[in-house]
């Protein structure tokens, strides 16, 4: 049996370990992206956002069968290279999406004088899950391919949605002070 | 002007370019490449002359750079299996032979022109990568044909 402290200690490495371990995956996904032939961009606050049913397509294992019965082996190696860049892509954009959040969202706050810190805490642990699990996926997808980790990449970009949505509830409310309440995650 | 009353007119050249020019073309792949022919190298604007008598030149830019945004989406959200028979289709349709689109279409990759401006990256990745393997697919398929006649 271990002691609160050693528990604490655990937790509080593991978590810096994770939070590595996300910090190493965007910066390696940085460094991919740049040898891909579609530019990617730092702040696509512009550009359409990536709809969920690409995510489900790219990470989908039926174009992965299709593939696999043609039993070319030189097809399922092209088709493994060429998917894999374009889930570490989302993944990127993904990861790029949520910081770019949570830099709006601690701009707001710093002007704003009624913070709830029980939405904040929520706010900064479902960005530190997000940042780990895009961590995750960016291992896993170089690692095992896309098809293996659609279930993860699926819910990443459920979280993140939801990441998205408690940002605008919170601009809303920020910027209309009689809804007072209303922006909780 | 209200905003409704500014999307009236584009609907109506949308559903125009859509009874007239569109539903004449085989497959949506096809239509793909007929839209983004309609857009300018420089500026990214859409021309169509037949529309913009029609309705006004800039109704008709909008008309046709929403039905290509809309085409594009609809392509990228194929299976690799129903963007073989895209391909398939688009090919049987041209008056070149299939072998020289094949080989000009991996060598210089001319569909690359054929994404919208500002669409999703991880999309228009995912449109690239598919099409190139769409095209070796066939290229596949055609060279076991050749061999097992």
Redesign the interface.
Known sequence: MIGIPTAVLLGSVLFLLLLLLATRGSAAAREISSR??????DD?A??????P??VA??F?P??WE??RG?K?R??QK??RR??R??AL??VH?TSTAIRRIMREHTEITRQSHDLRFSTETKLVLLYGELMVICGMLFLAIQSAGPQRVRGLAVYADTLSQRLAQAQHDFKTVTARPELHGAGSV | MTATVRLVPVQAAYDDLLKRSLSKISCDLARLIYLASTRDYNTGSYHHDGLAARFRPEIAGKALEIAHRQIF?QL??C???ELVEQLQTYLDCSHESAADILRIWQKLEPYRVAIPV?????????F??NI??AL??WR?RQEQAQKNP
Request: glycine residues 2%; proline residues 7%; contains cysteine.
């Open positions: 891909l032939d579609v530019p990617l961009l696509e512009g550009l359409d956002p990536c709809p049913e690409f397509r790219i989908a039926d174009d299709f593939v043609t070319s030189e097809l092209l088709f060429e998917r860049l374009v892509v989302w954009q | 989406y990228s959200a299976s690799l299996e500002e669409v999703n990256p991880a999309v228009a990745r995912l690239v990568s190139r393997l070796a697919i596949f």
